[in-house]
């Protein structure tokens, strides 16, 4: 059976306290999740001074006139952090991931040993950035939020002429609205995206709820990204787009069921647990009034009842007409001459 990577995004729902990261380690071990993903950047490498915040930002916090590197600088994570998230994580028995969003932070990132690269909806169309991390990692999780096929195009082939195979590369389908209104999901072209490029396909989710994702897994997801926090409540630019921690661990519950659903043979045939109902809830031919020996079986003395242990309804024709062997009271299963 296929089992569905589960990736929750704690992203900066921390907002800057490690007391907080760590209580989203605590939630997404508790939910069931392969991996807690943090963000890893540089607010001055990732954003000038006069970048304005995205107008779900301003609303989920409450502040237009702040910049995105004044929000942003608030919710760095230090060295330090990392490396204490990293040890708090294998204690709690979740792995531990991030995304790099600048130069630098890919360096760090691979000094840390992580076996792949998440690279962000926002970072697919900067050359540079792919081409550092086609350096450094050699497997790949491609975010394309907002992105055309074209944009997916020249991001795959920077790693894919760096010498990834498609078979190391993930895309996932996503869109960067927070949350996603669910006509935009357009889910079905993650589908497109597998015909297109040949890769293993995920979705990173923006939705409210766990409906979305959960569909995703039924279609052939490999990984699922999720945001989480704490409490939806909270300050900060994501919260409102994240579940809270029964959210998640509803999610988690929900794909790991849509995974044992969707992994039988693809063959239609009655399955072993369903065997033993066959003959209850199936049909024989039985008698509908008393019948002497001799009688022939017509429409007017036989009828179709439970149990389904006798002769079979879609040998109804072959029954009718034919002389009765031995008497029968009403609904006897009918017995055919040897």
Request: aromatic fraction near 6%.
């Amino acid at each position: 059976m296929h089992r569905t990577i589960i990736i929750a995004e704690a992203g900066v729902n921390h907002n800057g306290s490690l007391e907080n990261a760590f209580r989203l380690v605590d939630a997404a071990s508790e939910a069931g999740v392969d991996y807690v993903k943090f963000q890893t950047f540089k607010a001055e490498n990732l954003v000038s001074k006069s970048a304005k915040k995205a107008e779900y930002q301003i609303s989920n916090t409450g502040n237009a006139v702040e910049s995105q590197l004044q929000m942003l600088k608030k919710l760095e994570l230090s060295h330090e952090d990392h490396e204490k998230l990293i040890a708090y994580c294998k204690q709690k028995g979740v792995q531990f991931f991030s995304t790099g969003f600048d130069l630098d932070s890919l360096d760090y990132l691979a000094s840390l040993g992580l076996g792949f690269v998440k690279i962000p909806s926002g970072e697919i169309t900067n050359l540079p950035y792919l081409r550092k991390a086609a350096s450094l990692f050699r497997k790949i999780i491609i975010s394309t939020g907002m992105a055309t096929l074209e944009e997916i195009k020249a991001a795959v082939a920077v790693f894919t002429v760096a010498g990834a195979s498609l078979a190391d590369i993930t895309i996932l389908h996503c869109n960067t609205e927070y949350p996603t209104p669910m006509q935009d999901v357009n889910l079905k072209s993650m589908l497109h995206i597998q015909r297109e490029f040949g890769t293993p396909i995920g979705y990173s989710d923006h939705t409210l709820g766990i409906e979305v994702p959960v569909a995703a897994v039924a279609l052939g997801a490999t990984i699922i990204e999720k945001h989480f926090t704490l409490d939806q409540n909270m300050e900060g630019p994501d919260h409102k787009a994240s579940l809270e921690p029964q959210g998640l661990k509803d999610m988690v519950a929900a794909i790991r069921n849509v995974e044992a659903a969707v992994a039988g043979s693809g063959y239609k045939e009655p399955s072993p647990s369903e065997m033993k109902n066959i003959g209850i809830a199936r049909k024989s031919i039985v008698a509908k009034t008393g019948i002497k020996q001799g009688e022939r079986f017509t429409e007017e003395n036989i009828t179709t009842k439970r149990p389904g242990t006798g002769i079979s309804p879609m040998r109804w024709d072959e029954v009718i007409g034919q002389v009765a062997a031995q008497d029968f009271n009403s609904d006897d299963l009918i017995e055919l001459k040897a």
